[in-house]
């Protein structure tokens, strides 16, 4: 079984390789090494990414595809995901997601055939599916704030000025998820992406006024 990580950013502002020391350290724990790594800079929405094409094409039954979190992997409409799902089951890969215990029995010395494992990978499936729906909402609630948000300042005048630094709110974007979706205090968020919390106060205050 060898071991193949995936590692995705949005954009070339964003660090693709930020999960590298999580998912080495994960591996370590299950007594396993990563044997490749797969890394890209695309959105998680868009169907077409040549990376993790690449993974599946060099994947053997029985080999894991390990991302550190399900939005890494799919920010996908559910259509399109249940295909991608489907080429990943059809190519014998198993999906391992840090954060998500249930994905983890792969590991285990030997597959659980009884009734309470078949219960187990039910489950399992269900949850990656719950965790692909997530990461699709939380997508599209992103792009609706900030396109709300723009509105909100060209009908308030506020787009005369000088126009916001696209690095910064795609910073502040991602610590908010942070806070909404991964209980990080704003303080903590702030300090991960790398941006002021006065900054982040601002951001998260153009977005909800």
Known sequence: MKVLAYLRASTKEQDAERALDALNEFAAEKGFGIDRY????????QVARPELSKLIADAERGDVLLVEKMDRLSRLEFSDWEALKATIKDRGLNIVVL????????????????????????????????AATMARDDYETRRRRQAEGLA???????????????????????ALRMVEHLNYSKQKAAETVGVGIATLYRYIKEQTS
């Open 99 to 130: 954060d998500l215990p249930t994905s983890h029995a792969v590991f285990s010395d030997h597959e659980d055939k009884t009734i309470a494992g078949i219960i187990v990978s039910l489950i399992n499936g269900l949850m990656l599916d719950l």
């Open 38 to 45: 797969y890394i890209e800079t695309v959105s998680g929405a």
């Open 152 to 174: 909100k300042a060209k009908a308030a005048g506020k787009m005369n000025g000088r126009p916001a630094d696209p690095e910064t709110a795609s910073k502040c974007a991602e």
